[in-house]
């Protein structure tokens, strides 16, 4: 008989989508594993209890209520991280003195980084989530090591290769660049969140047998154990709710009646911003292509714009049938039903791994930080995508039907049902995945209910 486990587990995720995500997946993993699990949340983009009924929450006011957190500014992550500590911090110290050794250690998205700080204080265990790729994390550690070596760069070296991070070129260096420079304190706050402190493991939703050769070198690098137990939403129980949108769900209607493999689903994911001219190129390159498409505009992302009233006069009259139009869509469903047959996507880590499961291949069109990195390695190592490296219609139309129709088409999607099947082969009992999970089970359970005190550095000595 498997030993009924009684700890808990805090969870803290940072509150947008591509974040938020991952963590409550990561929450029905370890439910299913035994563990009691807690939500500490901020009041933004509060997760909606009644979709969560086996986990306990916790609400830590983060001070934000005033500002615009439609975009995550530098300025505004940090005010977080400051406004939660002092709520996270009386509530760990009530619930140690309430529930003794149930605390087993706290979780945390590595853009949360005062929950270390906090967790030191306390001498509670901490593990930290990355929600995106190792090839990421390991592309930022390398330039913080020698920013000088990448910054600044001339615009004539936009597209030269850096070898020592294949396949990047400056174009895709994941930081916020202004005049091919980098601003001192976009440099602070990644090297915030990828300073560990005293956290004992990482969890990454990856697969060993995707990124085996970079998680290596970054375990290397911080000295702990890691724990690639990819993809979340595969390994849990059926994925329950957690989208911060309203999703349009009679779109699988439309897709049930379109040919299979025929449709290009279009989302730009939670966050990207669009301006009017985009949009428009956009438009007439999906229209032109002569391929069925769903098309996510997601409210608030056109520049000036409320919704899609910056299309073409006419233009949903004139594709019709062949083209449907939504404010969000249930995308884990959208990508597994057979009409689908390509994703244009921002290539952000969580739509990358669940377009690559339902063996989808993708047209890669990034905007920031890891979306870049993913591109690149989609096209250029994985070759399971075409990049747009020119919003225009007619580039995205030539995209569009290289992709649907073409053989070179074909290639890319014979790639990325074999990359399916690895990431099938991973989740079963022998597989890395399912043997990462069975270890990280162990390892919690086994981690000491309080961390010694820090040893005491005398001077002098």
Same mark, same amino acid.
Request: glycine letters at 4%.
């Given at each position: 008989?498997?030993?009924?486990?009684?700890?808990?587990?805090?969870?803290?995720?940072?509150?947008?989508?591509?974040?938020?995500?991952?963590?409550?997946?990561?929450?029905?993993?370890?439910?299913?594993?035994?563990?009691?699990?807690?939500?500490?949340?901020?009041?933004?983009?509060?997760?909606?209890?009644?979709?969560?009924?086996?986990?306990?929450?916790?609400?830590?006011?983060?001070?934000?209520?005033?500002?615009?957190?439609?975009?995550?500014?530098?300025?505004?992550?940090?005010?977080?991280?400051?406004?939660?500590?002092?709520?996270?911090?009386?509530?760990?110290?009530?619930?140690?003195?309430?529930?003794?050794?149930?605390?087993?250690?706290?979780?945390?998205?590595?853009?949360?980084?005062?929950?270390?700080?906090?967790?030191?204080?306390?001498?509670?265990?901490?593990?930290?989530?990355?929600?995106?790729?190792?090839?990421?994390?390991?592309?930022?550690?390398?330039?913080?090591?020698?920013? #000088?070596?990448?910054?600044?760069?001339?615009?004539?070296?936009?597209?030269?290769?850096?070898?020592?991070?294949?396949?990047?070129?400056?174009?895709?260096?994941?930081?916020?660049?202004?005049?091919?420079?980098?601003?001192?304190?976009?440099?602070?706050?990644?090297?915030?969140?990828?300073?560990?402190?005293?956290?004992?493991?990482?969890?990454?939703?990856?697969?060993?047998?995707?990124?085996?050769?970079?998680?290596?070198?970054?375990?290397?690098?911080?000295?702990?154990?890691?724990?690639?137990?990819?993809?979340?939403?595969?390994?849990?129980?059926?994925?329950?709710?957690?989208?911060?949108?309203?999703?349009?769900?009679?779109?699988?209607?439309?897709?049930?009646?379109?040919?299979?493999?025929?449709?290009?689903?279009?989302?730009?994911?939670?966050?990207?911003?669009?301006?009017?001219?985009?949009?428009?190129?956009?438009?007439?390159?999906?229209?032109?292509?002569?391929?069925?498409?769903?098309?996510?505009?997601?409210?608030?992302?056109?520049?000036?714009?409320?919704?899609? #009233?910056?299309?073409?006069?006419?233009?949903?009259?004139?594709?019709?049938?062949?083209?449907?139009?939504?404010?969000?869509?249930?995308?884990?469903?959208?990508?597994?039903?057979?009409?689908?047959?390509?994703?244009?996507?921002?290539?952000?880590?969580?739509?990358?791994?669940?377009?690559?499961?339902?063996?989808?291949?993708?047209?890669?069109?990034?905007?920031?930080?890891?979306?870049?990195?993913?591109?690149?390695?989609?096209?250029?190592?994985?070759?399971?995508?075409?990049?747009? #490296?020119?919003?225009?219609?007619?580039?995205?139309?030539?995209?569009?039907?290289?992709?649907?129709?073409?053989?070179?088409?074909?290639?890319?999607?014979?790639?990325?049902?074999?990359?399916?099947?690895?990431?099938?082969?991973?989740?079963?009992?022998?597989?890395?995945?399912?043997?990462?999970?069975?270890?990280?089970?162990?390892?919690?359970?086994?981690?000491?209910?309080?961390?010694?005190?820090?040893?005491?550095?005398?001077?002098?000595?």
């Amino acid at each position: 008989m498997e030993v009924e486990r009684k700890q808990s587990v805090i969870l803290v995720p940072c509150p947008y989508q591509g974040h938020l995500t991952p963590m409550l997946q990561l929450g029905n993993i370890l439910h299913s594993q035994g563990f009691s699990v807690i939500v500490a949340h901020t009041r933004h983009n509060a997760p909606n209890y009644t979709n969560h009924p086996q986990f306990v929450f916790h609400s830590m006011d983060d001070g934000l209520q005033r500002i615009d957190m439609s975009f995550p500014s530098v300025e505004t992550l940090y005010s977080m991280n400051e406004n939660c500590k002092v709520h996270l911090r009386n509530y760990l110290a009530a619930m140690m003195e309430e529930e003794g050794n149930e605390l087993a250690c706290i979780i945390y998205d590595s853009v949360m980084f005062f929950v270390d700080d906090v967790a030191t204080q306390l001498r509670v265990p901490t593990v930290v989530l990355y929600t995106f790729s190792a090839a990421f994390l390991h592309s930022i550690i390398m330039i913080l090591q020698q920013p #000088e070596k990448y910054f600044p760069f001339e615009d004539s070296q936009l597209m030269d290769p850096l070898p020592e991070l294949h396949p990047l070129r400056y174009k895709d260096l994941p930081f916020y660049v202004v005049n091919n420079k980098i601003p001192e304190w976009d440099l602070e706050f990644h090297r915030a969140t990828c300073d560990i402190g005293s956290s004992v493991a990482a969890i990454w939703n990856t697969m060993q047998d995707l990124e085996d050769s970079t998680l290596l070198r970054l375990q290397e690098h911080y000295k702990m154990p890691f724990f690639p137990i990819g993809p979340f939403h595969k390994m849990g129980p059926l994925d329950s709710l957690s989208s911060i949108f309203e999703e349009d769900n009679s779109c699988l209607e439309w897709l049930d009646k379109q040919a299979p493999n025929s449709v290009l689903y279009v989302s730009l994911g939670s966050l990207a911003m669009i301006n009017d001219k985009e949009l428009i190129e956009t438009a007439w390159g999906l229209a032109n292509s002569e391929q069925p498409f769903l098309w996510v505009i997601r409210p608030g992302s056109i520049s000036g714009f409320q919704y899609a #009233e910056a299309l073409p006069d006419g233009y949903e009259e004139m594709v019709g049938e062949r083209g449907r139009i939504v404010k969000w869509a249930p995308q884990k469903q959208v990508l597994a039903h057979p009409a689908v047959g390509g994703f244009y996507t921002h290539c952000g880590w969580n739509s990358t791994v669940e377009s690559i499961c339902e063996q989808v291949p993708m047209i890669c069109r990034p905007f920031i930080a890891d979306q870049l990195v993913n591109a690149r390695y989609l096209s250029q190592i994985y070759k399971v995508g075409f990049e747009i #490296e020119v919003i225009e219609r007619t580039v995205i139309e030539k995209t569009i039907r290289k992709l649907m129709l073409s053989e070179e088409g074909e290639n890319v999607k014979k790639r990325v049902v074999d990359m399916k099947q690895n990431i099938v082969a991973a989740m079963e009992i022998d597989g890395t995945s399912h043997k990462n999970l069975k270890d990280l089970v162990d390892f919690i359970s086994a981690l000491p209910s309080r961390l010694p005190p820090p040893t005491p550095v005398v001077v002098g000595s």
